[in-house]
């Protein structure tokens, strides 16, 4: 038996292979369609964005119940001792609260687990390399405090920059940064949406570019400012252009000297929220 396991949020975007390979249980968000409740990724995901496209009787989302949670724990504690969750940033869901009320529940039920919480301070690709640092570390046997550590050494260096082809679905779940009037300009604006430690995990518009091809340029010079010439860890998200993450993935490869470097698919309430056409890149370097 393990000494830690590592639970997660489908938000992280961990794919089944990443969540196979280390040793990670992910508890799946809901994607409401037409009335219907969905597991996260479990819907059809060409009628999703055929429907994102239309702008026409939109799907919306909820998080996980603490009940969920609770039933993760117990998945997690038949492998391990103890248990960590990993939830994406508070300030974007009550992911992290409901993951604390599923641990107080758990001292009854599971009286013998010791159970941490780690707010990633993130979303998406960044939270997925919190997920994954720690994951690490628990599949070298290192013990539930040191698991938890390394867990909020990644989140403190960690950036997220979400680069979306329109601004309208991020202001119609409530996750525009601030600057609604943004998506109602007059011309098309091309914003880098930014997340990290520092902002306590909010996100935050810091380019505004007149095509999208600029803001990937901005995305990249913004990498070059903030890694410094050391080496990266990286992952990226996309939701309907496998192509954008390829090409970014080719520049960050020739660019900069990458230690680690995943992409995955933007999970369905995840592309909810950032659109058609939006790339993600999390990413933070190497002490």
């Known amino acids: 038996m393990k000494e830690v396991m590592v639970v997660t949020d489908s938000i992280s975007c961990i794919s089944p292979e990443l969540a196979e390979e280390y040793d990670v249980i992910v508890a799946p968000y809901h994607l409401m369609f037409d009335g219907k409740d969905y597991l996260d990724n479990t819907f059809d995901r060409e009628q999703l964005f055929a429907r994102l496209e239309s702008y026409q009787n939109l799907p919306t989302h909820s998080a996980c119940s603490a009940g969920e ?6 998945k997690a504690r038949q492998k391990a001792k103890g248990i960590l969750f990993i939830s994406l940033s508070s300030t974007m869901s009550a992911d992290y609260d409901v993951a604390l009320q ?20 993130s979303v998406g690709p960044g939270e997925m390399l919190v997920v994954l640092a720690a994951a690490r570390a628990a599949n070298e046997g290192k013990s539930l405090p040191e698991v938890v550590e390394i867990a909020h050494q ?37 914003p880098l949406l930014e997340m990290d430690a520092a902002s306590g995990g909010k996100g935050s518009f810091i380019s505004k570019n007149r095509t999208k091809a600029k803001a990937k340029e901005a995305l990249l010079e913004m990498v070059r400012g903030k890694s410094g010439g050391k080496k990266l860890h990286a992952a990226i998200n996309y939701t309907n252009n496998p192509e954008e993450a390829e090409a970014l993935k080719k520049k960050l490869l020739s660019q900069f000297e990458v ?10 309430v995840g592309c909810v929220v950032c659109g058609p056409r939006c790339v993600s890149l999390g990413f933070h370097t190497e002490d």
Do not use: M
């Open 102 to 121: 599923a641990k107080e529940t758990a001292k009854q039920e599971l009286p013998d687990t010791a159970i941490e919480v780690v707010d990633s301070r």
């Open 259 to 268: 230690s680690e470097l995943h992409i995955t698919e933007w999970s369905s």
């Open 154 to 190: 990644v989140a403190k260096g960690l950036t997220s920059v979400h680069v979306p082809e329109t601004l309208f679905f991020f202001e119609r779940s409530g996750r525009s940064g601030g600057e609604p009037s943004i998506a109602k300009a007059p011309i098309p604006i091309y």
């Open 69 to 74: 949670i609770l039933e993760v724990y117990k």
